[in-house]
């Protein structure tokens, strides 16, 4: 029996026990329930033990707060004091007799949770403070303990731009630096890594320091011993370590709507190929052996399936069996456009008639660190459902901004989070309405949500030349009310880069552009992500500028759309609309 509220609970490496946060404290708990310790003590809610702080989870890939030690006689533990961190609140609309909802959310500007991490037996005792320059590196993005290996952590400077990895004496608490990172734009993160060797003598690294992501190989003391991939590979991420063999398994494609696994030598050499091929996004999962793995297959003519595969090549792949009921295939075409070579998804509907024109809708997300292209079909479920509702041509689009090229490129977003997009699918557009006689540019309609929320928005109040309607969801209107972590990587600090949140802010264009073009905003009232404030700001703009717009609020609805009526609702909404501003019948085939 545990105490109640269990929070992550996983199991100690010798499977005999289990640590879990209650309280705001961390507990180790015997499988027999024989025991269950308090590790730590004196958690409050403004100084937890063992949780995450906001921006690790939701921007750093960091959501654990404590880790057993290789043996499982020790925990190291996240301690993070939210007591100067800004407090909003969520009230319930339909429901104001309720309290509202509390969070300590850092906006851009103000004040992030204090952290540092401790080592504490696992029965308890006295902490040993893990020592580093926590004023000048805030962020703590990694801590990994693996056997036969030292205890690390990578920190990060607040603006990203500055980041070490150090090595941690245990009995101390005091560390080494063994790699340091520069980047003048931002450091993005690979979480795969440092992966070390058993005996710990050497571990893998990532970086981007030559302008492109390369897999290197380093010794105990983080000296590089090697690069293990070139600039052009498109390295992606380590999926294992065979030490024995000297082989590491890693995710990459010098295409970046692909995903392909490779072998790669510690000892040097070309990669090998193992799984994959163009138009293909192939992802692996090794458990504790090296000679099986798993992939996720996925092409755009077939919808993922699961193949057991031998690294040596010796069997043929196995397929997994799958009870799921297959959709059917989107009618998607992946292609690259202009002088970018932009990659574009375009998706038809299934009642597309050749010779006809149709509207376009622009699938956008627009933002860094995520392709809205990729080799599989599964991505493009609901643009087919979109083609087909609103009877227009769905395309998705990759412009400037985006990873999966090289550095140059995903960098130009720097301090130009609406210009850079915007103007890339907008460029992109052109090209493909000049390569496509069915698409007519004239009808060009826009929807996404988050920060394709905002892009969407920004469409038809900053190019309403081009954009004849948008659907906004979940839009960030203001990045001064967003959080810390990833406004201030792409836009530096409010304060000292005014004019970079200025020229990103949809408040700044609401009253700009004309003609006015058909805007609907959709919002979850319980958003703790985007705030709700953020769409009531703009509404308020919009109105003040005397500009026509809908406002689509869902009660109760968080950053996502999760209960299928309210999906279905939503969606059935926005293609209307979509449908109504686009006069979707197809044109006449002689139109310019």
């Known amino acids: 029996k545990t105490h109640s509220g269990a929070i992550d609970p996983h199991f100690s490496p010798d499977g005999k026990s289990v640590a879990y946060v209650s309280g705001n404290d961390v507990y180790v708990a015997s499988v027999d329930a024989t025991s269950d310790v308090a590790v730590t003590k004196g958690g409050t809610d403004t100084r937890t033990h063992g949780v995450a702080e906001f921006v690790a989870q939701e921007e750093l890939a960091r959501s654990r707060g404590f880790w057993f030690s290789p043996e499982g006689d020790r925990i190291v533990y996240e301690e993070a004091d939210t007591s100067k961190v800004e407090v909003l609140t969520i009230p319930d609309p339909s429901h104001p007799e309720q309290k ?94 440092p992966r070390f060797t058993p005996d710990g003598k050497q571990f893998l690294w990532s970086t981007e320091r030559g302008g492109a ?4 190989l380093r010794d105990a003391t983080g000296q590089l011993v090697r690069k293990l991939t070139k600039k052009d590979f ?43 091929n163009a138009g293909e996004s192939v992802q692996a999962t090794f458990g504790k052996g090296h ?55 375009i ?9 006809q024109r149709y509207p376009i809708i622009d699938a956008a997300y627009g933002g860094p660190g995520f392709n809205v292209v990729a080799s599989d079909a599964s991505r493009y479920l609901f643009e087919q459902w979109l083609a087909d509702a609103v009877g227009a041509v769905v395309v998705a689009i990759d412009a400037r901004g985006t990873p999966g090229r090289d550095r140059a490129w995903e960098r ?37 949500w988050s920060y394709g929320g905002m892009f969407s ?31 201030e990587r792409y836009l530096g600090l409010p304060e000292t880069n005014a004019a970079a949140y200025d020229s990103a802010s949809l408040l700044t264009w609401a009253a700009r ?66 449908r109504a501003g686009l006069r979707s019948n197809v044109s006449d085939p002689s139109r310019q």
């Open 213 to 216: 992501w390369e897999l290197e």
């Open 100 to 193: 509202p909802y509390e969070s300590a959310y850092p906006r851009a500007g103000k004040a992030n949770a204090d952290v540092r991490l401790g080592i504490v037996p696992v029965r308890g005792g006295a902490t040993t403070w893990i020592e580093w320059d926590r004023a000048r590196f805030p962020y703590v993005a990694t801590v990994k303990w693996t056997r036969g290996a030292p205890l690390v952590i990578y920190v990060m400077d607040r603006l990203q731009q500055n980041a070490e990895l150090l090595s941690v004496d245990t009995k101390t608490g005091k560390t080494t630096t063994l790699v340091k990172e520069h980047d003048a734009a931002w450091i993005n993160l690979d979480t795969s890594v």
């Open 347 to 355: 998706i038809r509907p299934r009642a597309f008639v050749s010779g």
């Open 457 to 487: 928005a920004a469409a038809v109040l900053a190019r309403p030349d081009v954009y004849k309607v948008a659907v906004a969801g979940a839009p960030v209107t203001d990045w001064r009310d967003y959080d810390t972590c990833y406004t």
């Open 513 to 578: 552009a004309t003609p006015h073009r058909p805007l609907l905003l959709i919002h979850g009232t319980a958003d703790d992500n985007v705030y709700f404030m953020n769409s009531l700001k703009l509404a308020d703009a919009l109105a003040r500028a005397g500009r026509p717009f809908e406002f689509l609020p869902i009660a109760g609805v968080t950053h996502m759309l999760v209960e299928p009526v309210m999906i279905e609702a939503v969606w059935s909404r926005a293609a209307e609309f979509l």
């Open 412 to 448: 130009a977003i720097r301090n130009k989070a609406l210009d850079v997009p915007l103007d890339g699918h907008v460029a992109a557009l052109k090209a493909l309405a000049a390569k496509y006689r069915e698409l007519d540019p004239s009808r060009i309609g826009v929807y996404g």
């Open 234 to 276: 498109g390295y992606d991420s380590v999926v294992d370590l065979d030490a024995a063999s000297s082989v590491a398994i890693v995710q990459g494609s010098s295409e970046p709507t692909d995903a392909r696994v490779f072998a790669v030598s510690l000892a040097g050499g070309e990669p090998k190929p193992l799984a994959g």
């Open 291 to 345: 000679d099986v793995f798993v992939t996720r297959y996925a092409t755009r003519g077939a919808m993922p399936r699961y193949d057991a595969r031998w690294v040596s090549g010796g069997h043929p792949p196995i397929e997994i069996p799958s009870m799921v009921e297959a959709p059917a295939l989107p009618n998607v075409e992946v292609t690259d456009v202009g002088d970018d070579h932009y990659r574009v998804a």
